[in-house]
């Protein structure tokens, strides 16, 4: 969820590629790598709300608008949906027509790996989002990231490699799962990696 997946895996908090200022991303200032809902009722509320079925009819219509419009506000800064999970805004070219393509998108943070994963749930729809065909076919990309644009290389997960980071994502974001159930397709993991 967040920024969407139908567009946000946005800019928000957490941890991304690379080092900054010294530190890796996710020591920062003390900023948290997970979901920002506080309190477990919160949280649970939070996620059993994102996983239904009449959330996935509105959300894709709803938080990709509200968070562009946000992070343009923000000048780059910040997402609304970053207030749930971390996110960043793709810079990717169209696969069919090559024209710039601007999708907020939850993340995953690894700041341990200094990668993120992206999720292409589509809110449990039948289709994969159209990012991830973006991605399938220009995987040179940027993504915006607390304020800075990150050159990124994108790589769709498979196998052995995938099942680890499906569980880790499941961790992570439980309504994932859900998304998954509704659907027969396989949803879409990407790790992306600083160039």
Not at 81 to 87: C, D, E
Not at 141 to 169: D, K, T
């Amino acid at each position: 969820m967040a920024a969407t997946d139908e567009g946000v895996s946005g800019a928000g908090p957490g941890a991304g590629p690379g080092k900054r200022s010294g530190k890796r991303l996710g020591e920062r200032s003390g900023k948290r790598t997970g979901p920002a809902v506080r309190g477990a009722f919160g949280a649970k509320l939070v996620q059993r709300v994102s996983a239904t079925r009449a959330f996935a009819r509105v959300a894709p219509l709803l938080i990709p608008a509200v968070d562009r419009a946000v992070h343009r506000l923000s000048g780059g800064r910040t997402m609304l949906s970053t207030r749930l999970l971390p996110g960043v805004v793709l810079h990717a070219r169209g696969a069919r027509t090559g024209q710039p393509r601007h999708t907020p998108l939850a993340c995953m943070p690894e700041p341990d790996r200094g990668t993120w994963i992206l999720v292409g749930s589509n809110f449990g729809r039948p289709g994969h989002p159209a990012w991830t065909g973006n991605l399938l076919a220009h995987p040179e990309v940027s993504v915006h990231w607390q304020g800075q644009e990150v050159p990124v290389r994108a790589r769709l997960l498979a196998g052995e490699e995938r099942a680890a980071a499906w569980q880790a994502v499941l961790r992570f974001w439980p309504p994932y799962a859900a998304y998954q159930q509704r659907i027969e397709r396989e949803i879409r993991l990407f790790r992306i990696e600083r160039r």
